[in-house]
DNA sequence: GTCAGTGCAAAAGATTTGCATGCGA
DNA sequence: TCGCATGCAAATCTTTTGCACTGAC
């Protein structure tokens, strides 16, 4: 999804809330689409203010929550102890990350075998399982290779 | 393992470590160790006071740090925003953990098929994965029969 | 004109740290 | 005795909130 349709579907969601079109929620959510990656707040807060200098630092979090409920965007907690925020595909597709300690690299990917194993496993425990988070850590292949430092954004879910 | 193992080994290595052994330390690591689940510090704290009221915050926190260090404490971030932290087996065996999202209940399971994914999954990307962390989120057993409220304690870890 | 939205600063919650004092080795 | 360990309070860090003012509708 393009960049000017996801503000397309954010003014939308705005309308249907009644909710008013500023030119803070458009300047952060704009940036936040065109960034595409995993942010955080900071990060978020940085960029936006490159382009309107006239954004609190508490509007970022309040437009962030807002993203989230219209679902627009989607909260993570990896191990580093602050929020980090990623821009939801229009298939609303389920996901999960893997990590490099070394560059920082953030690769998604989606596997219907991990689906179907997190599935049974908790049936076998007795649980009706509605979610679940994922993450593996390790050393890409880059950073393996010395060509780290240069952490090359990947795009998209890799089905594997 | 016993606590009063876990103690011994604890003192142990305080021992290696040249540190004091005091009697925060060792009523710290004894409600630790005797607690049993995934406490956090708010818990084993209030827990420690009603044994010894001359205990600080602060030295919960260095405690559990200490802990972590020796290898007999792990930490644990679950999406409730606070760290709780387990004690760690003789093992060391890894495993994962379901959690309840009505009654908080967290069951520990380990999967040697998705050790196996998990690192097939690592190995497609072109990582080398030296660690993950999984959390399965749904409702157990007791509380879809209505029998919430009184979160068994489900120790020890279920191969699945 | 009205009231939701904003910036700022202060509050809140989790965790860490500086420092004078206490106590184990 | 000597210096690590502790308690306390203050400092950090991330996120939320109160409030007076601004600006969208």
């Given at each position: 999804m393009s960049v000017r349709a996801r503000m397309r579907r954010f003014e939308e969601a705005l309308r249907e809330r009644s909710l008013k079109s500023t030119s803070q929620r458009d300047d952060i959510a704009q940036v936040f689409f065109g960034a595409e990656g995993h942010l955080s707040i900071e990060e978020l807060y940085t960029a936006v203010r490159k382009v309107n200098p006239r954004v609190g630092y508490a509007t970022v979090y309040r437009t962030l929550k807002l993203l989230k409920e219209c679902g627009l965007a989607a909260e993570r907690h990896f191990d580093d102890g602050q929020a980090r925020y990623e821009a939801v595909e229009e298939e609303a597709q389920h996901h999960d990350h893997i990590i490099c300690e070394?560059?920082?690299?953030?690769?998604?990917?989606?596997?219907?075998?991990?689906?179907r194993l997190q599935e049974r496993i908790g049936r076998f425990l007795g649980f009706v399982v509605s979610r679940h988070r994922m993450e593996l850590y390790g050393i890409c292949a880059e950073c393996r290779e010395g060509r780290h430092?240069?952490?090359?954004r990947e795009h998209g879910v890799h089905r594997v």
């Open positions: 070394r560059c920082g690299k953030i690769v998604e990917f989606a596997s219907q075998e991990l689906e430092g240069h952490p090359r």
